[in-house]
């Protein structure tokens, strides 16, 4: 067989074979059981539709479109706490980024967009680290005064306040950081604010996250303690 008939026969093999990365994409997010049978059916058909003259390009938007729809079935069964670390930064850096462009009309003090930003992201760094499951159980238990738990269950609901109670002061202390550098930042790009005293109001931004994230440990430790002493002392 010449070269010139081995290269076409390499690239239809080629284009026969899904998407490399969509295949990865695909394994990353279906179980285990599933993952063999679902990637091997998919191959098959891919390979079929390529055999009958189909498009190319239709035929990998096809896979990429199938790809899409078992990953979504999936994914936060698989790789919730992978998500929620995702969306916690996201929303993090939205937030942050609305508390910098509202400092300068003061209305981190009227409306403080740190508050907004310290809660969410705290709350879905908590759930990222523990459960959904496990968040709702230790909201449940921490309001109500009656009814009887396994010790696990209370070591699920105490596991998540104390990790959620420490996101609270880690991402305070983020914003608080980054505030700090924005804050100082300023000063050397106009020297002449260092006898500005309204402008020292501003380190207010810095300084709100740390206030609001002892606060919110406190009542997390408060809620743990809580549980700890009605349920496991007894």
Known sequence: MSTEQQAPKANNEENSSPPGMAKSILSF????????????????????????????????????????????????????????????????????????????????????????????????????ATSVQAAKTAFKLSFSDSGEHSPQIVSIACRFLHVTGNQFLFVAGAVFFMGSIQWLFSFSQNPELINDPSHYAGYGFAILPLFYGMIFKCLFYSAEQKLLGKYVQE
């Not at 993952?35 to 239709?58: K, T, Y």
């Not at 995702?86 to 980024?97: C, M, Q, R």
């Open 29 to 128: 997010f279906l179980p285990a059981t599933l993952r063999d049978p679902i990637i091997g059916d998919l191959e098959e058909e891919f390979a079929q539709r390529v055999c009958s003259n189909n498009s190319l390009m239709e035929v990998h938007r096809w896979y990429w479109w199938q790809v899409l729809q078992s990953s979504c079935l999936f994914i936060w069964q698989q790789r919730g706490n992978v998500m929620a670390y995702l969306i916690s930064v996201v929303v993090f850096g939205l937030l942050f980024g609305l508390g910098v462009a509202t400092t300068g009309y003061g209305l981190w003090f009227i409306v403080p967009p740190v508050l907004v930003a310290t809660i969410p992201t705290s709350l879905i760094l908590g759930i990222g």
